[in-house]
């Protein structure tokens, strides 16, 4: 279980490096706005 946590917090380090905190949200924006209009489908 520790080990998991430990590469969990390495993974969102690892993504927030890359990604600026305004281009995630974006990104979330977008994911939520697609699985929102799948549903309606």
């Given at each position: 279980?520790?080990?998991?946590?430990?590469?969990?917090?390495?993974?969102?380090?690892?993504?927030?490096?890359?990604?600026?905190?305004?281009?995630?949200?974006?990104?979330?924006?977008?994911?939520?706005?697609y699985?929102?209009?799948?549903?309606?489908?």
């Amino acid at each position: 279980m520790e080990c998991e946590s430990k590469w969990k917090t390495i993974d969102e380090r690892y993504i927030a490096s890359i990604f600026s905190k305004n281009e995630l949200s974006t990104l979330q924006k977008e994911i939520e706005d697609y699985l929102n209009k799948n549903k309606k489908r």
